[in-house]
C-alpha cells in the first residue's frame, strides 16, 4: 500500500502546532513526522514535535506500555495478575458502587487528563463523575 | 489567553513575566522574536537570565517571591505619572479608586529591597509598558506557582485595565499554557467547580440544564481541587473521608509537591484505579490498571493555549498485542456497568453532546474544524461564517455580569517557607526543554532520552559552586524540610547566587521531593517556586554514581521493565 499522510495536532505543550504523520500502514508503522501549516506553529517545530513520537512502538526506553488489563486480585501488596477488559470493567463498577453506598459520592475522586487523551475523553470523565457517581470530586492537573 | 498567539508578534511592547517560552513553548517563543524583529520593545521579568532576557530591552532580574510587589510598584508608577489611560477606567472598569489608594505605598523605592530591583528600571518599564500603545502582557508558571499567585494574575490585569490594553488586536494578557490539552480539560469541566463551558455547580438554571440533558439529579456542591487530596485521604474525619481515586492521565506520584505525603495518600487509598499508556510512579501503587490508546491512536479534539479548538487524528492502530480501548471507551464501559448506560459511536457523536450544552462552543463543529483546522471560541453559531474569536473583550466588554472590568487592590505577600540557617537557599522547580511533564512519553523517544537522562541537573551560580567546592556534573545532594534527592551540578551564570534550580521529570533527581505543598488559596496551585533547600556536597562520587545507576535500575525492575527493549526496539 502506498504511504498513508495524517495531520494531528502535537500532543507536547498548549502551542498546539500541526503535524503531518507519513505513514507505512502495512508496517502500522511511522515513517516520518513533518511540520504541517498550523496558525500558530506556519510549518515549524521544535524538537519535541519533530522527534517526540517513537515512544508509541513501545521501545522500553523507560517504562512499558500497558497492553492489558490488570488487576491486584490478592488485594494490597499482590501482584498484579492480567485480566479481561470485562473483569477489568466490573471489577472497577463494583467496587466504586460498594464505596458510594457505604461513603457517598464525595469519597471517589476523579481525575480529567490534560495529556493525549482528548476533549471528549475529558467530557466522558465528569459526566461519569457528576452523573454516574454523583459528585463534583473531578479535577485535573491544570493546578500542578 | 485572551489574545492569540499569532497576535504576539504584532505588539508594540511584551511584558514577558515568569515565562520562559524559549524552553516551554519554543514555537510561542519564536513570536516574541518576531515581535522584536518588527520593532517591539522587550520588558523581561524573571530571576534567571533566561533566553527572553538576552533579546529583551529592559531584564527585572528580581527576587524569587517578590511578584506582587513589583506589580503594585509598577502600578504605583504608571497612576504617579499620570499615564492611565482614564476614558478606559471610566467607562469600562470600576474598583479604580481602592487600586489608587493600595498601591500609594509601592513606590518603587519602597520595595527595591524586596525585590532587589534599582527603582529607575521599575519606573523605566512602567513607562515603556503605559506608552507603547499597543502592550501585550505574557506569564507563565513564574506567577502561578506561588502560594500568592491569582492575586498576581490581578495584578497584572490592573497594568491592561488601567492602560486600555485589552480588546483589541496584539494587547491584553496570555497565560501561555503547559500542557498540550490543560486549556481543553478546564474547557471541558474537569473541574471541581464548573461543568464544560465553564458554567457553575452553584448556578440552579445550570444544574437544572445538566439534569435535563443527562437525566440523573445533580450534585450543587463544589468538588475537592486534585491538590487537596492528600488532606482528604490523610486527615480530614472519617465522613469527609476520600477513599477511592480513579486516576486518568496523570502521575501524582512524581507531578505533585512533597512525594512523602502524596505516597502515603496514594498507599492509604482503599481502591486506586490508574488509566494511562505506560506504567508510571503512580500506576505502582494501583489496585486496577485500564491500559489506554496514546495520541496517535485515536480521535479527538485538543484546545491549544488561545482558547483554539484542533483536530487529533488516529494515525496508526495500537500495537498488535496490545488490547487497549479508547479513554472514552474505558470510562463508558464502567459507567454502564455502574447502571448508568454511556453508548456512543464516535468522538464526533460525544463533541456533539457537549457543543450544544456549551454556549461557547455551539458552533466549533468537526466540519469546521476540518475546513478551518483551528477555530477559537467563543463560536457561539454553526453558520460557517462563525470562524471563532481570536481575541476576547472587544470594546471593553468583560465576562462580568455589568460587562466591565473590575480592579484588584491586594498586598504582596512573602513566600511560605524563607531561607533560613539550616535551608539558606531558595528552590525552585522549572522546565526542560526536551521533556514533557512526568517524561512517561518522552523518556520514551530515544533522541529526546539521549538529550537528557537521570539524575537531571541543579542550576547554581559559579560562586555558590565555589563556595561549596562542587564541579560541573558532580553529583550533589539536595536538601529541604521534607526530603532529599541526587542531582548533578549545573553551574550558571544564568541564576542568583541566592537560589538554585531543578526540573522536575527525574526520578533519582526527584525535585518533587523537596518541594512544599503551600497552595494559592484560590487556584490551589501549589508553591513550586519557593521553599529552602540547602545544597550537599557527596565526597565519594565513586558510590554516588553508583547509587544512582541502582536506584534507576530499582525503579525500572519494579515497574517490570524489560532491560533489553519492547518488541519492537
Same mark, same amino acid.
Given at each position: 500500500?502506498?504511504?498513508?499522510?495524517?495531520?494531528?495536532?502535537?500532543?507536547?505543550?498548549?502551542?498546539?502546532?500541526?503535524?503531518?504523520?507519513?505513514?507505512?500502514?502495512?508496517?502500522?508503522?511511522?515513517?516520518?513526522?513533518?511540520?504541517?501549516?498550523?496558525?500558530?506553529?506556519?510549518?515549524?517545530?521544535?524538537?519535541?514535535?519533530?522527534?517526540?513520537?517513537?515512544?508509541?512502538?513501545?521501545?522500553?526506553?523507560?517504562?512499558?506500555?500497558?497492553?492489558?488489563?490488570?488487576?491486584?486480585?490478592?488485594?494490597?501488596?499482590?501482584?498484579?495478575?492480567?485480566?479481561?477488559?470485562?473483569?477489568?470493567?466490573?471489577?472497577?463498577?463494583?467496587?466504586?458502587?460498594?464505596?458510594?453506598?457505604?461513603?457517598?459520592?464525595?469519597?471517589?475522586?476523579?481525575?480529567?487528563?490534560?495529556?493525549?487523551?482528548?476533549?471528549?475523553?475529558?467530557?466522558?470523565?465528569?459526566?461519569?463523575?457528576?452523573?454516574?457517581?454523583?459528585?463534583?470530586?473531578?479535577?485535573?492537573?491544570?493546578?500542578? | 489567553?485572551? !489574545?492569540?498567539?499569532?497576535?504576539?508578534?504584532?505588539?508594540?511592547?511584551?511584558?514577558?513575566?515568569?515565562? !520562559?517560552?524559549?524552553?516551554?513553548?519554543?514555537?510561542?517563543?519564536?513570536?516574541?522574536?518576531?515581535?522584536?524583529?518588527?520593532? =517591539?520593545?522587550?520588558?523581561?521579568?524573571?530571576?534567571?537570565?533566561?533566553?527572553?532576557?538576552?533579546?529583551?530591552?529592559?531584564?527585572?532580574?528580581?527576587?524569587?517571591?517578590?511578584?506582587?510587589?513589583?506589580?503594585?510598584?509598577?502600578?504605583?508608577?504608571?497612576?504617579?505619572?499620570?499615564?492611565?489611560?482614564?476614558?478606559?477606567?471610566?467607562?469600562?472598569?470600576?474598583?479604580?479608586?481602592?487600586?489608587?489608594?493600595?498601591?500609594?505605598?509601592?513606590?518603587?523605592?519602597?520595595?527595591?529591597?524586596?525585590?532587589?530591583?534599582?527603582?529607575?528600571?521599575?519606573?523605566?518599564?512602567?513607562?515603556?509598558?503605559?506608552?507603547?500603545?499597543?502592550?501585550?502582557?505574557?506569564?507563565?508558571?513564574?506567577?502561578?506557582?506561588?502560594?500568592?499567585?491569582? !492575586?498576581?494574575?490581578?495584578?497584572?490585569?490592573?497594568?491592561?485595565?488601567?492602560?486600555?490594553?485589552?480588546?483589541?488586536?496584539?494587547?491584553?494578557?496570555?497565560?501561555?499554557?503547559?500542557?498540550?490539552?490543560?486549556?481543553?480539560?478546564?474547557?471541558?469541566?474537569?473541574?471541581?467547580?464548573?461543568?464544560?463551558?465553564?458554567?457553575?455547580?452553584?448556578?440552579?438554571?445550570?444544574?437544572?440544564?445538566?439534569?435535563?440533558?443527562?437525566?440523573?439529579?445533580?450534585?450543587?456542591?463544589?468538588? *475537592?481541587?486534585?491538590?487537596?487530596?492528600?488532606?482528604? *485521604?490523610?486527615?480530614?474525619?472519617?465522613?469527609?473521608?476520600?477513599?477511592?481515586?480513579?486516576?486518568?492521565?496523570?502521575?501524582?506520584?512524581?507531578?505533585?509537591?512533597? %512525594?512523602?505525603?502524596?505516597?502515603?495518600? %496514594?498507599?492509604?487509598?482503599?481502591?486506586?484505579? *490508574?488509566?494511562?499508556?505506560?506504567?508510571?510512579?503512580?500506576?505502582?501503587?494501583?489496585?486496577?490498571?485500564?491500559?489506554?490508546?496514546?495520541?496517535?491512536?485515536?480521535?479527538?479534539?485538543?484546545?491549544?493555549?488561545?482558547?483554539?479548538?484542533?483536530?487529533?487524528?488516529?494515525?496508526?492502530?495500537?500495537?498488535?498485542?496490545?488490547?487497549?480501548?479508547?479513554?472514552?471507551?474505558?470510562?463508558?464501559?464502567?459507567?454502564?456497568?455502574?447502571?448508568?448506560?454511556?453508548?456512543?459511536?464516535?468522538?464526533?457523536?460525544?463533541?456533539?453532546?457537549?457543543?450544544?450544552?456549551?454556549?461557547?462552543?455551539?458552533?466549533?463543529?468537526?466540519?469546521?474544524?476540518?475546513?478551518?483546522?483551528?477555530?477559537?471560541?467563543?463560536?457561539?453559531?454553526?453558520?460557517?461564517?462563525?470562524?471563532?474569536?481570536?481575541?476576547?473583550?472587544?470594546?471593553?466588554?468583560?465576562?462580568?455580569?455589568?460587562?466591565?472590568?473590575?480592579?484588584?487592590?491586594?498586598?504582596?505577600?512573602?513566600?511560605?517557607?524563607?531561607? &533560613?540557617?539550616?535551608?539558606?537557599?531558595?528552590?525552585?522547580?522549572?522546565?526542560?526543554?526536551?521533556?514533557?511533564?512526568?517524561?512517561?512519553?518522552?523518556? &520514551?523517544?530515544? %533522541?529526546?532520552?539521549?538529550?537528557?537522562?537521570?539524575?537531571?541537573?541543579?542550576?547554581?551560580?559559579?560562586?555558590?559552586?565555589?563556595?561549596?567546592?562542587?564541579?560541573?556534573?558532580?553529583?550533589?545532594?539536595?536538601?529541604?524540610?521534607?526530603?532529599?534527592?541526587?542531582?548533578?551540578?549545573?553551574?550558571?551564570?544564568?541564576?542568583?547566587?541566592?537560589?538554585?534550580?531543578?526540573?522536575?521529570?527525574?526520578?533519582?533527581?526527584?525535585? !518533587?521531593?523537596?518541594?512544599? =505543598?503551600?497552595?494559592?488559596?484560590?487556584?490551589?496551585?501549589?508553591?513550586?517556586?519557593?521553599?529552602?533547600?540547602?545544597?550537599?556536597?557527596?565526597? &565519594?562520587?565513586?558510590?554516588?554514581?553508583?547509587?544512582?545507576?541502582?536506584?534507576?535500575?530499582?525503579?525500572?525492575?519494579?515497574?517490570?521493565?524489560?532491560?533489553?527493549?519492547?518488541?519492537?526496539?
Amino acid at each position: 500500500m502506498p504511504i498513508k499522510e495524517v495531520q494531528t495536532t502535537c500532543s507536547y505543550c498548549g502551542a498546539g502546532c500541526q503535524i503531518l504523520f507519513k505513514v507505512d500502514p502495512d508496517q502500522n508503522k511511522i515513517l516520518e513526522a513533518v511540520p504541517a501549516q498550523g496558525r500558530t506553529n506556519e510549518g515549524t517545530l521544535c524538537l519535541k514535535g519533530h522527534y517526540g513520537w517513537d515512544y508509541i512502538n513501545d521501545p522500553q526506553i523507560l517504562t512499558k506500555r500497558l497492553k492489558k488489563p490488570m488487576i491486584r486480585q490478592g488485594g494490597k501488596g499482590a501482584p498484579l495478575v492480567e485480566v479481561s477488559w470485562d473483569e477489568a470493567v466490573n471489577h472497577v463498577a463494583s467496587r466504586l458502587s460498594e464505596i458510594k453506598a457505604k461513603h457517598g459520592p464525595d469519597a471517589i475522586m476523579c481525575t480529567g487528563s490534560a495529556r493525549g487523551a482528548g476533549n471528549e475523553a475529558n467530557y466522558i470523565m465528569q459526566k461519569f463523575a457528576r452523573a454516574t457517581i454523583g459528585t463534583n470530586n473531578v479535577d485535573h492537573c491544570a493546578r500542578i | 489567553m485572551s !489574545n492569540g498567539v499569532h497576535e504576539i508578534e504584532d505588539a508594540k511592547l511584551l511584558l514577558v513575566f515568569g515565562y !520562559n517560552g524559549a524552553d516551554s513553548h519554543p514555537i510561542v517563543a519564536r513570536r516574541i522574536v518576531r515581535a522584536k524583529r518588527k520593532g =517591539a520593545q522587550i520588558i523581561c521579568v524573571d530571576p534567571r537570565r533566561i533566553e527572553t532576557a538576552r533579546i529583551a530591552d529592559l531584564h527585572l532580574q528580581l527576587k524569587n517571591g517578590s511578584n506582587l510587589a513589583l506589580v503594585n510598584s509598577l502600578a504605583h508608577v504608571i497612576i504617579e505619572e499620570g499615564l492611565t489611560d482614564n476614558a478606559f477606567i471610566a467607562e469600562r472598569s470600576h474598583g479604580f479608586d481602592e487600586l489608587k489608594e493600595l498601591v500609594k505605598k509601592y513606590s518603587p523605592e519602597a520595595v527595591a529591597d524586596i525585590t532587589q530591583i534599582h527603582p529607575d528600571d521599575i519606573r523605566k518599564a512602567a513607562r515603556l509598558y503605559a506608552t507603547s500603545g499597543q502592550s501585550m502582557i505574557l506569564y507563565g508558571m513564574g506567577v502561578c506557582q506561588f502560594a500568592q499567585a491569582v !492575586n498576581v494574575v490581578k495584578g497584572l490585569a490592573n497594568l491592561a485595565i488601567m492602560t486600555g490594553n485589552f480588546g483589541r488586536w496584539g494587547v491584553g494578557i496570555g497565560p501561555v499554557r503547559g500542557q498540550n490539552n490543560v486549556q481543553g480539560a478546564c474547557d471541558m469541566g474537569a473541574l471541581p467547580n464548573s461543568y464544560p463551558g465553564y458554567q457553575n455547580v452553584t448556578i440552579p438554571e445550570v444544574q437544572a440544564k445538566f439534569e435535563k440533558a443527562w437525566g440523573v439529579p445533580l450534585s450543587n456542591k463544589v468538588g *475537592v481541587p486534585l491538590t487537596h487530596v492528600p488532606r482528604y *485521604v490523610l486527615h480530614e474525619p472519617e465522613d469527609k473521608k476520600i477513599r477511592a481515586y480513579y486516576v486518568f492521565g496523570e502521575d501524582p506520584a512524581q507531578s505533585d509537591p512533597d %512525594l512523602n505525603e502524596v505516597r502515603e495518600s %496514594l498507599e492509604k487509598l482503599e481502591f486506586l484505579v *490508574v488509566q494511562d499508556i505506560y506504567m508510571t510512579r503512580t500506576s505502582q501503587y494501583a489496585d486496577v490498571i485500564l491500559p489506554a490508546t496514546g495520541w496517535n491512536e485515536h480521535d479527538g479534539v485538543f484546545t491549544c493555549c488561545d482558547r483554539g479548538f484542533q483536530r487529533i487524528r488516529k494515525v496508526i492502530n495500537p500495537p498488535p498485542d496490545a488490547d487497549v480501548l479508547t479513554d472514552w471507551d474505558i470510562i463508558s464501559r464502567i459507567s454502564t456497568a455502574m447502571g448508568y448506560p454511556m453508548k456512543y459511536k464516535n468522538t464526533e457523536e460525544i463533541w456533539n453532546e457537549l457543543i450544544d450544552l456549551c454556549p461557547n462552543f455551539t458552533g466549533a463543529t468537526y466540519e469546521k474544524m476540518e475546513k478551518y483546522v483551528n477555530v477559537q471560541w467563543p463560536c457561539r453559531s454553526k453558520d460557517l461564517a462563525d470562524k471563532g474569536t481570536s481575541f476576547l473583550h472587544k470594546d471593553g466588554h468583560f465576562a462580568n455580569p455589568d460587562g466591565k472590568a473590575k480592579f484588584s487592590a491586594v498586598d504582596w505577600l512573602p513566600p511560605t517557607e524563607k531561607e &533560613n540557617q539550616e535551608f539558606p537557599l531558595i528552590f525552585s522547580t522549572n522546565r526542560e526543554v526536551g521533556h514533557y511533564s512526568a517524561r512517561s512519553m518522552t523518556g &520514551n523517544c530515544r %533522541l529526546l532520552r539521549n538529550l537528557e537522562d537521570e539524575p537531571g541537573w541543579i542550576q547554581m551560580n559559579p560562586a555558590l559552586c565555589q563556595e561549596l567546592g562542587v564541579k560541573e556534573g558532580e553529583l550533589v545532594k539536595v536538601v529541604s524540610k521534607r526530603g532529599h534527592c541526587v542531582t548533578r551540578c549545573l553551574p550558571t551564570e544564568r541564576v542568583k547566587k541566592q537560589a538554585v534550580y531543578m526540573t522536575y521529570q527525574w526520578w533519582i533527581g526527584a525535585c !518533587n521531593e523537596l518541594t512544599i =505543598a503551600a497552595l494559592d488559596p484560590i487556584s490551589n496551585t501549589p508553591e513550586y517556586k519557593y521553599c529552602a533547600c540547602r545544597v550537599e556536597k557527596i565526597k &565519594n562520587q565513586v558510590w554516588a554514581e553508583k547509587y544512582v545507576l541502582e536506584e534507576y535500575a530499582k525503579i525500572r525492575a519494579a515497574m517490570g521493565v524489560n532491560p533489553k527493549g519492547g518488541q519492537t526496539a
